[in-house]
């Protein structure tokens, strides 16, 4: 049924792209519009700058595990303005650690979370045939490209890159060297691209959905990208107009974020000052607050669909993980400032972000706890995106917990700012998100690709890479109570009170070299994979949700038919039913 | 066009001419805000006065242009509840910070 | 291939995709817009001494360009009216006349931005100066990305009249929203800026 026809006798609308003839290969895998190639091209990008973004945090680990050791090989290479005689300089472990922030979180994961899986999978699996603005998509992604480039060229210029934290705290990011000013026109560029996105999934989501998909009949994956993409919406915003005050800062002599009075190495300031620094910090968190649920909410929706399904029941609690959702979206807008607690503000205000901390803990649990239960009594499949969903959720468990310190007040006194501060968000991203990501790409791999990815290698690189998280992070947050701060290039060496906690700095390193490795399987599996992995049908996992009726690859279009859904998304071993399955897509 | 939409279109004419009539009074009445607005801030009220006086008057116009230009007095649920949203946030972003550090403490 | 509801109303939300695209642009540079309000509230209230406005800008001239940026969005809404009527002739008028305000606003901003350069007065000289450039600064960049697609749709874009008449009429209004947006914002700028 066609559905153009939604006003009687109205021309059906032509669209300006050229279908009928094949396009070339620029128009076809460069400069697409198709929502899959546009999918792929972020995941892909998103992969290389996550790989990327992981090295510079190797090469920072042999500075924390030995601090003035001289670096074998890679130590030359990197050339004397930054590791001297192959050992490395303060400034340019604080480039690595400014860079490694922002690559993994703003080139890394949310391009990859969002970009690649959202744009990929969402279209498919509310039954249309492509974004609502397929242009606008193909911009998104360009944009983001030349933020990547950006920030890469960045590393590049007199000074190098941005080192002044992915925080890029003022007034010390307003006197960095150039790279500084480069990060903030990436960032504009970044921005851009994800506000431009979420117009994109909105408008989708809520207009393209197929006949009979109502709200509370979509797949979980979905709800998590629809809230996903008014956080984005709403919070990058003010980060752009904190970015635009930080260049004028730099570029035009203003002072929004220089107070009176400020003396920088030795002079005094000869700007006019009056600034408020905080205000960097307010606009930034605003953003990057919210920006952290951008970070887990599509890996709670990859892990929702392949629990479910690898479960053969229905999520437990569905309702209630989609009220908690849209509440956790909300509520993310107004605890900012629990990073900020230790900035001098008042009792009342401390008291309400606090509060709202505490309360923004309850529908993460709803979540965490529904997925758990989902597990009861069901016929559990430990193929590889499984044990990555599994994976998952202890580790956001630990996560969550260590975050609850840090949202009081007062217990966050000792601990802000410490390795415990690391040890508890990386928790959540590391093993939390990126597992949930790792488990989306083996997952949906066969609908991209129409083959498989390979089990041994699958599970070899789940075995591996959990060890090696657990042993990277958890030491983390004893060096942290111990009292060893964050951003020390020397992992708090030259402290008297770390030096019993010291070691744990080189389990850390070990860790993380060790995790490298076991990268090797996934990296070598998926290339192989895409020219020599086992063919596969439409629907290799006998899943429900709307995707699996389009043919694998699925074609310029999506749909050999229109798809229209007749029942909820979980329907597994409904009783009565010939298959353990009921597709959503099944009249 | 087909001969529906010719119908709706005629339809609409009507409708038009009375969007119309609108339009020209709400110019009016944007443009005696205006005047009103500059002579006045010419007063030199008190400054919490004054920021009352000239938001009140700015919201007035921003109202008139919101729901008339815009056409947002008869635009859909969707549309509101988008906005709702923003509102709600952007209260937050105006007065939180503000707050936080009312007393100034790293200022000067 | 074609993408519903690019010109169709979907029956139960009673939207086309690009009026929901466009409010939801709209509502990021509320925030955007709003981050620069928060800002200035944030600088004046810590501030030990604030310039009234009249005492460093220009009041008439500034009052001048909000006249004629209301008058572009009577325009603006006019050219989408008499679109919505089939009269192409006279949408071409309205269109040419809003692209014209524009341009007059932007030389009027020429003017104010010279002068106070000319007499020493730049972003970097006080806080309330660093502000004001900024806040009318990025509202000018959007004055000229809206005239750019007004002028679009007013040339070489307008012959989409003739091929699918609702959906240019439908591009025209979105196009009018982020005009009437720009028109809103500059109508808070205003006071804030130069009468307070």
Known sequence: ????????????????????????????????????????????????????????????????????????????????????????????????????????????????????????????????????????????????????????????????????????????????????????????????????????????????????????????????????????????????????????????????????????????????????????????????????????????GIVAEIVANNTRKPLWGYRSMVYSLVFLGFMSFIVWAHHMFMTGMGTAMAAFFQTTTMIISIPSVVILTALIISLWGGSIRFNTPMLFALGFLPMFGIGGLTGLPLGLNVADIPLHDTYYVIGHFHYVVAPGTIFALFAGVYFWFPKATGRRMNETLGVIHFIGSFICMNVIFMPMFFLGMAGVSRRLYDGGAAYDFAQPVLHLNVISSWGAWMLALFQLPFIFNFFWSIWKGARTEENPWQATTLEWAAPSPPPHGNFVQVPQAYRGPYEYSVPGAAKDFVPQYEA | MTSDHAAAASDHAADIDKHVRIYITVFVALMVLTIITVLIARVHLPIPIAI????????????????????????????????????????????????????????? | MDIPYTVELRRDTGLNNGKIGIWLFLASEVMLFGALFATYILLRTGAQTWPRGDTILNVPLATFNTIVLISSSVTMVMAWASLMRGRFGTFRMYMGATVLLGGVFLVVKYFEYSHKFHDGLFPSTNNFLAIYFTLTGLHMLHVMGGMAVNAYFWGPGAKLWKTDPAWFTNRVENSGLFWHFVDLVWIFLFPTLYLL
């Open chain 1, 1 to 300: 049924m066609s559905e153009h026809a939604a006003v009687a006798g109205a021309k059906p609308h032509v669209a300006h792209e050229a279908h009928h003839e094949e396009l070339g290969f620029w128009r076809k895998y460069v400069f697409s519009v198709d929502h899959k190639v546009i999918g792929i091209q972020y995941a892909v990008t998103g992969l290389l700058f996550l790989f990327f973004g992981f090295s510079l945090m190797m090469l920072m680990r042999w500075q924390l595990a030995y601090p003035g050791a001289a670096l074998p090989l890679v130590g030359r290479i990197l050339g004397e303005s930054r590791m001297p005689g192959g050992t490395m300089l303060p400034e340019f472990y604080n480039e690595l650690g400014a860079m490694h922030g922002t690559i993994m979180v703003f080139l890394g994961v949310v391009p990859l979370a969002v970009g690649g899986f959202g744009n990929f999978v969402l279209p498919l699996q509310i039954g249309a045939p492509d974004m609502a603005f397929p242009r606008l998509n193909m911009l998104s992604y360009w944009s983001f490209f030349l933020g990547g480039v950006t920030m890469l060229a960045s590393f590049f210029v007199p000074g190098g890159a941005a080192q002044s934290g992915w925080t890029s705290y003022t007034p010390l990011s307003v006197y960095a060297s150039s790279g500084q000013t480069w990060w903030l026109i990436g960032m504009v560029f970044l921005i851009t691209s994800s506000l431009l996105g979420a117009v994109n999934f909105i408008t989708t989501t809520i207009q393209l959905r197929a006949k009979g998909l109502t709200f509370m009949r979509f797949p979980f994956f979905v709800w998590a990208q629809f809230v996903t993409a008014f956080l984005l919406l709403l919070a990058f915003p003010p980060l752009e107009a904190a970015a635009v005050l930080q260049l004028m800062d730099r570029v035009a002599g203003t002072s929004f974020f220089l107070p009176t009075g400020l003396v920088v190495s030795g002079q005094a300031l000869t700007n006019a000052g009056g600034g408020n620094t905080l205000l960097w910090q307010h606009l930034f968190w605003f953003l990057a607050h919210p920006e952290v649920y951008v970070l887990i909410l599509p890996a709670m």
């Open chain 2, 52 to 108: 009352s006086v000239a938001m009140l008057v700015a919201i007035i116009k921003g109202s008139l242009v919101a729901c008339y230009f815009m056409h947002l007095i008869s635009e859909k649920k969707l549309i509101y509840a988008v906005l709702a949203l923003t509102l709600a946030f952007f209260v937050v972003l105006l007065a939180l910070p503000a707050l936080t550090h009312a007393d100034g403490y790293w200022i000067h």
